[in-house]
T-cell receptor
Framework: NAGVTQTPKFQVLKTGQSMTLQCAQD?????MYWYRQDPGMGLRLIYY???????DKGEVPNGYNVSRLNKREFSLRLESAAPSQTSVYFC????????????FGEGSWLTVV | DQQVKQNSPSLSVQEGRISILNCDYT??????FLWYKKYPAEGPTFLIS?????DKNEDGRFTVFLNKSAKHLSLHIVPSQPGDSAVYFC????????FGKGTRLHILP
């Protein structure tokens, strides 16, 4: 009963390094999302994908790129990591646009030093 | 510019009493509203939702009220239990889902 799986769970990066956070869902959902959670800031939407082949910017897209590789997978890439990107990242998926509950992964803790 | 606002960062309630968490939104295009609960080191989990065509939805101890004219919704938990201590996020959706900053609920013994 995997649901939404994201890797890695923990990562430490040096400023300027690049990395990709991987996310996969096994619920046949059309929509997938990447959020970041920071103290006092709640969950902020970075990018979302309403369906395979489409991606759209959320509230805080700067410094990130995404790829909707297929229906199951949605990756988040940091091309040149900055300390401001230290955060907890959550991948999520839902059946379709608005009106359906979304299901979250367990989170990825990223520290940029 | 916050589209979904939870103005109370934290709330303490006695066990057995009613907990009321509030949320305001600015975008009149939102047509669905959700509440999520989050424990430390875990992903948020869905709690309850309401469509914009309704003004109340109830599920066990949890009730969500929607006042569209005021662009306000609230989550009522009654009676409050120790396991309800968590961070609660209000969310609203049109073609994407936007979350508030969360309210940390403490249930006191």
């Amino acid at each position: 009963n995997a649901g939404v799986t994201q890797t890695p769970k923990f990562q430490v990066l040096k400023t300027g390094q690049s990395m990709t956070l991987q996310c996969a869902q096994d619920m046949n959902h059309n929509s997938m999302y990447w959020y970041r959670q920071d103290p006092g800031m709640g969950l902020r939407l970075i990018y979302y994908s309403a369906s395979e082949g489409t991606t759209d910017k959320g509230e805080v897209p700067n410094g990130y790129n995404v790829s909707r590789l297929n229906k199951r997978e949605f990756s988040l890439r940091l091309e040149s990591a900055a300390p401001s990107q230290t955060s907890v990242y959550f991948c999520a998926s839902s059946t379709n646009r608005a009106g359906n509950t979304i299901y979250f992964g367990e989170g990825s803790w990223l520290t940029v030093v | 510019d916050q589209q979904v606002k939870q103005n109370s960062p934290s709330l303490s309630v006695q066990e057995g009493r009613i907990s009321i968490l509030n949320c305001d939104y600015t975008n009149s295009m939102f047509d669905y509203f959700l509440w999520y609960k989050k424990y430390p080191a875990e992903g948020p989990t869905f709690l309850i939702s309401i469509s914009s065509i309704k003004d109340k939805n109830e599920d066990g101890r949890f009730t969500v009220f929607l006042n569209k004219s005021a662009k306000h919704l609230s989550l009522h938990i009654v009676p409050s239990q120790p396991g309800d201590s968590a961070v609660y996020f209000c969310a609203a959706s049109d073609d994407k889902i936007i979350f508030g900053k969360g309210t940390r609920l403490h249930i006191l013994p």
